[in-house]
Each structure stands twice: as C-alpha cells, then as structure tokens.
C-alpha cells in the first residue's frame, strides 16, 4: 500500500519547472497527450491519446484506472484542454470546474452575457456568424470597436477597427482563422496554433465595445471557498493597437492600492459570476474612469509557456502552478509570500519571415545584469512567419528580468530586446 496520490495532467509543456512540479509534490503523474512526453522523467505514465477530445480522454482515464486503481486529481495548464479537464473531474467526481464554467470562461460572448447580467463590468459584446450580422452590431455599439474570436488564445486574431472597411476586413480575418491550418509567406510557412485553442464548435466574431485606460491582468487560485490573487501584472508597454500583441509584463503592479483591491474584487466577482469554484484564472481588465472593467476570464494560470508565472515567483515567492495543484487536490491553495523584488518579460518579435540559421548575441544578454532567463520559442531551422494578428506566434522567444525597482527591469528586457536576433540563412 501507498500514500502516494495519482495526478492526471492533461496536455504537456513547454515550460521545464511547470513540468517537475507534480513530481516535486511526491505525486504519480499520468500523462494524457498526443504526442510523447516533451520530458519523460516529468511523468510516470504516458497514456498516448489527444487531450482535445473530451470522450478520447475519458475512455482512456477509466482504462487507465480500471488497471491501475484510483487517481485522486486532473490537471491541465492548456487553454484548449480546459473544457476535457471538467469533463474528466467531473465524471470522476474530483475536485474541479464544472463543464459549464469551463464553457462559460472559454465562450468569450457567453462570458460578456454573463457578466453584464451579474452586473460585472465588461465592455458590451454581440455575436456575429455572418457580416451583415458584424455591421448591424457595429451600427448598435458605434466606432471604434474591436473584433475577435468566439474562442482563442494569445490574442489572436484580436482587431481594432475604425470604420465600415475595417470591419469587413476583420471579420473576414477572424472568420478564416478557423479554417486555415497554417501561415504562408513565399516559400516560408508555420502552423496555425490557434487551432489547439478554439472551443469546439465555436466559430463565431465577436464585436466589441472598446474601452480605454490602463491594461492590467491578474493571476489568482481558488478552492475550498477561497479565491487567492497571486499578483497584478502592468503592462507598461502601450499596445500597437489596431492589434492588441502581448508585450511586456512587469510585477507587481504600481497602481494605487485602492485601485488593485476594485481590480482583485471585480476579478473575483467575475469569476464568481461565471461559477468558477476549483482552479485558476488570467484575468485581462482594463482600469477605466468608471472602474476595472473585465477583458476576457482565462481559466487557466497566465503564461505558462511565457514567464507570467516565473514574474509571480519572483517578486512574490508563490508558484502558481504548485498553488493550483493544491487547489486541485482537494486543499487550500495559498498567496503570497512576501515582495522579494520586481520581475517581468518580454517577447522578442521577428522583424521578418524566414529560415533561421542562428540567434547572435545570445551570450551578451545572458551575461546581462537582471537578465535570469531566456525561453526560446524557435529553433535554428525553423520557419518565422511574421503575420500579425493571424499568426500570433511571431515572436522567436521571451527574456525574463528582474531587480530591485522596475526600472531595472525594463533596462534589462530593453537591452536584451535590442540586442538578441534571429539571423535568417
């Protein structure tokens, strides 16, 4: 017999120290994915089956336990496994989000529906499936608006728009992010990775409000009746709008402390709204005149093939990924422990389609003060397909930064910006 508690954790990572965590935690991993392992010695089971198909997944669990015995939890830091985990949770009756909070975080249009009905600032969002239905929203809202997809990631696809033929090319845009399968530029072509993103069978353009100020996310976890905020990131880095590309995170916030506490609270009434009860959230808000107003409710931990989570350890000495799994299991997840320092990071954008044939001043900005970190995002030989804001991942990797104020964050993630490159063969 053993004490040792069994974790199904659907889809891999990128990201090494997201990977050991289970292990670290003394728990047998089951791994529920297409492809193999990305680091074998992360888990202890392979169970080779696609993670975005909810009855694949479920088939292959109950065979898994009919031969091994009882798991204990389900797990996944992947956007497009989200709706498969409460589906799993909930036929074996483990903690987690229900299916329908998973739905209803992961249905962009739903979650504004929802919201505005709770009374949860939101920017007001109509549906469109064709593009007559895009202009009669577009005359009801009034420019400027954005436009988007029903479902994603990555803000992909994410458009502001200004008039009638910006409407029309965006919704053209957005629409066909469906059904294209990958980028082309000339000879150049790379994956389109929003299709491990999208919801099942949620095809619909959004039309959007747009609202102005200060653009803030915030990681929390929550179980047993506790909702923990684990950091606010600012975005200093204003967005080259008419997209809306991540760029630079910085933590923790500098706004004032009764503007994060109206973020936190609007947060976590959000996710109250929408029924969230056993997890974790990336909330994207904006901070307007007349308060936070939520963006999107992720359910899932910030970027965790990004640095979103390694800024939280930093400058707070939480790890995100542990405090879900805590949550997941059954137990009290917990805060912060303390402000150790600043922390953030940028990604590093391609200036142009091509073959890589190297990366130069890669030891330059290793050796830089502030820099901890790089995670690199393409690979000598690879295709760069610089097609924004249809191919988000246009950007060949992310530097992680921290010091003892933001402004030595930023010098560092500046610097390394302007000094590391791809150089194309």
């Not at 909330?283 to 990004?306: F, M, Q, S, W, Y």
Request: with cysteine.
């Amino acid at each position: 017999m053993t004490d040792q508690k069994t974790l199904v954790m659907i889809s891999s990572s990128l990201n090494p120290d997201l990977l050991h965590t289970p292990r670290k935690m003394g728990l047998k991993v089951v791994l529920v994915a297409a492809a193999p392992p990305r680091d074998p010695a992360a888990f202890d089971c392979h169970l080779p089956v696609d993670e975005l198909d909810e009855d694949a997944v479920l088939d292959a669990v109950l065979g898994y336990i009919a031969e091994h015995g009882e798991v204990h939890a389900v797990a996944t830091f992947h956007e497009g496994s989200l709706h498969v985990a409460a589906r799993l949770a909930k036929e074996l009756g483990l903690p987690g989000n229900s299916p329908e909070a998973a739905r209803a975080m992961r249905d962009k249009f739903l979650t504004g529906r929802i919201l505005a009905e709770a009374g949860v600032g939101t920017p007001v969002t109509l549906l469109a499936t064709t593009l007559d239905q895009a202009r009669a929203a577009a005359r009801q809202l009034g420019y400027p608006l954005v436009v988007k997809p029903q479902s994603g990631a990555s803000s992909q696809g994410v458009i502001k728009v200004r008039d009638d033929a910006e409407l029309d090319a965006a919704f053209t845009l957005v629409n066909d992010l469906y059904r294209v399968r990958e980028f082309t530029d000339g000879q150049f072509s790379a994956p389109n990775l929003g299709h491990i993103f999208f919801y099942p069978n949620l095809r619909g353009v959004l039309v959007q409000e747009y609202v102005t100020g200060e653009e803030v996310a915030i990681d929390l976890v929550y179980g047993d009746g506790v909702f923990e905020a684990l950091a606010i990131h600012d975005k200093p880095v204003p967005f080259a709008e008419h997209h809306f590309f991540e760029t630079t995170y910085v933590t923790p916030s500098v706004l004032p402390q009764a503007v994060q506490r109206d973020v936190v609270d609007t947060a976590v009434n959000a996710l109250r709204a929408l029924g969230a009860t056993v997890g974790a959230a990336h909330v994207e808000l904006r901070v307007t005149d007349a308060g936070p107003k939520i963006i999107e409710v992720n359910g899932r931990l910030g970027g965790t093939t990004a640095y979103v989570q390694e800024s939280i350890r930093e400058s707070t000495g939480v790890w995100g990924p542990l405090e879900y799994l805590r949550a997941v299991l059954g137990e009290r997840p917990r805060g912060p422990q303390g402000r150790r320092g600043h922390a953030g990071f940028t990604p590093l954008m391609a200036e142009r389609t091509g073959r890589i044939e190297r990366f130069e001043g890669v030891e330059e900005v290793e050796r830089m003060p502030g820099v901890i970190g790089i995670r690199w995002m393409s690979r000598p030989g690879d295709h760069l397909v610089v097609k924004y804001p249809e191919n988000p991942a246009s950007y060949f990797a992310l530097v992680l930064a921290r010091g003892e104020d933001r402004a030595e964050v930023l010098r560092a993630l500046r610097e390394a910006e302007r000094v590391l490159r791809p150089v194309y063969c």
